[in-house]
């Protein structure tokens, strides 16, 4: 015959280790929902530690590249000012150098003349000086009259000049009143002993200029011409 096995009913203590369980699954849980959480957290303050290291290096190297950019413009105005400093001290001096280049000769030219005149007598022709200008085929003369005599009476002479050269088409001469630059000049002159003319020649284009002609004709007198070729380019007398 079975035996019948009566054991002794505990509903408390199962539903107590049912709560027990599920109190240990909720900790066990809590636990690691709570380490994912400061995980988090830390990570979200490492992160923002982080950006705002980079952030301050960011405003570091935007303060550093404006120091360094106004330094550069700085320079820059410096390194121009100098450069053209530099410029107008080389005009300056290239400037310099012409005029006393054109003094020199123009010095020359005179002393020739004086030299010259102490043997001349009555009207000549004492000297042609001729510059270069900065301007392509534009020249600057002057011609110098003298009249050596006893009396101090005026003389009137009329001047003619022209100058003789070459172009692509052959030779060429070419009056004064064609290559005058400017306002013409007068070619009836009075004086008494001393005489300087100036003006300017242009040239046109392609005409290489030879020699220079310069004739007067006296008013009044039996020697009435006096006439003097120079040749290119003039410079004393």
């Known amino acids: 015959?079975?035996?019948?096995?009566?054991?002794?009913?505990?509903?408390?203590?199962?539903?107590?280790?049912?709560?027990?369980?599920?109190?240990?699954?909720s900790v066990v849980i809590w636990f690691l929902l709570d380490a994912n959480h400061w995980r988090s957290i830390k990570s979200q303050l490492i992160q923002s530690e982080d950006s705002r290291l980079l952030w301050e290096v960011n405003q570091s190297l935007d303060i550093e590249n404006k120091q360094l950019r106004e330094q550069v413009v700085i320079l820059e105005r410096s390194t121009q000012i100098d450069n053209q400093a530099a410029a107008r001290l080389q005009d300056d001096i290239k400037a310099l150098q012409d005029q006393v280049y054109s003094l020199k000769g123009e010095l020359e030219f005179y002393q020739g003349i004086m030299s010259a005149t102490t043997d001349s007598k009555g009207l000549n022709i004492q000297g042609l000086h001729i510059e270069a200008t900065r301007q392509e085929s534009l020249y600057h003369f002057k011609l110098v009259l003298t009249n050596v005599a006893k009396?101090?009476?005026?003389?009137?002479?009329?001047?003619?000049?022209?100058?003789?050269?070459?172009?692509?088409?052959?030779?060429?001469?070419?009056?004064?009143?064609?290559?005058?630059?400017?306002?013409?000049?007068?070619?009836?002159?009075?004086?008494?002993?001393?005489?300087?003319?100036?003006?300017?020649?242009?040239?046109?284009?392609?005409?290489?200029?030879?020699?220079?002609?310069?004739?007067?004709?006296?008013?009044?007198?039996q020697k009435s011409t006096v006439k003097r070729v120079f040749e290119w380019p003039a410079k004393a007398g």
Do not use: C, W, Y
């Open 1 to 25: 015959m079975p035996k019948l096995v009566v054991k002794k009913h505990r509903p408390f203590e199962i539903v107590f280790a049912v709560i027990l369980f599920s109190g240990a699954i």
């Open 151 to 221: 009396s101090d009476k005026i003389i009137e002479v009329t001047m003619e000049m022209s100058i003789e050269g070459m172009n692509e088409a052959g030779s060429q001469v070419l009056s004064l009143d064609k290559v005058i630059a400017g306002s013409k000049l007068d070619r009836e002159i009075k004086f008494k002993n001393f005489e300087r003319i100036e003006g300017n020649l242009n040239f046109p284009k392609g005409f290489k200029p030879l020699r220079v002609v310069v004739g007067l004709r006296q008013k009044g007198s």
